[in-house]
């Protein structure tokens, strides 16, 4: 089974500074996706970036971007140039495709606050 | 395209009584995921559809929660006899074809049992 452990519960960030979310996971599979999505409060989750495992280069999508250590199993989420609207719950997440079912599994997740 | 919809949003029941939950993914997904997600942790995968058929629960899903998905579109999820530990947001995803695609969410239904 897969485990995935974000081990920052908060963090705050001023705006326009740069901030990285921490994220490692434990599997025996070579081929698998990791995922950042964002949850605001009350409202519904959305994807920020996705990372194929088999990509050496690192995912970008605007001013997020991640670092993906496949040896080290770590997947760190940088946002640069944080603005008010990014303050939201962030889950990093697994996930192993599988034709018979393939289910994400979830950190524990990061709260950021995006201070003005 | 108008994303995954989620109904009720909100549900107050007391101890003891059956709700039921619908979730109406992302027009021409045939894969279909339920989660649950308690107060400050991630989701937790509950079960899967892939068209109408049911392919993978979670111990997580007792006998008392039934999913379905009859037609291969919308999909249902009931829970009987509920307890107060099954207070959560009650997420639904959907995805396209492939097993790699993106699965999108829905804005989940939050249940509470008093």
């Known amino acids: 089974a897969q485990t995935v452990t974000q081990s920052q519960p908060e963090m705050s960030v001023q705006e326009a500074e740069t901030v990285t979310l921490s994220c490692t996971y434990d599997t025996s599979e070579n081929n698998y996706y990791l995922f950042w999505y964002k949850q605001p409060p009350s409202r519904q989750m959305i994807l920020v970036i996705r990372q194929e495992a088999y990509k050496q280069q690192n995912a970008t999508e605007n001013r997020f971007s991640v670092n993906f250590q496949k040896a080290a199993k770590s997947f760190s989420l940088k946002i640069s140039d944080s603005q008010l609207g990014d303050t939201a719950m962030y889950f990093c997440?697994?996930?192993?495709?599988?034709?018979?079912?393939?289910?994400?599994?979830f950190g524990g997740g990061t709260r950021l606050m995006v201070k003005p | 395209d108008t994303g995954v919809s989620q109904d009720p949003r909100h549900k107050i029941t007391k101890r003891g009584q059956n709700v039921t939950f619908r979730c109406d993914p992302i027009s021409e997904h045939n894969r279909l995921y339920w989660y649950r997600q308690t107060l400050g942790q991630g989701p937790e995968f509950l079960t899967y559809?892939?068209?109408?058929?049911?392919?993978?629960k979670s111990r997580l899903l007792s006998d008392r929660f039934s999913a379905e998905r009859p037609k291969g579109s919308f999909s249902t999820l009931e829970i009987q006899r509920t307890e107060q530990g099954d207070s959560a947001m009650y997420l639904c995803a959907s995805s396209a074809r492939s097993s790699t695609d993106t699965q999108y969410f829905g804005p989940g239904t939050r249940l509470t049992v008093l």
């Open positions: 559809f892939q068209n109408e058929a049911q392919l993978e």
């Open positions: 997440a697994f996930m192993k495709p599988d034709n018979a079912g393939n289910m994400l599994t």
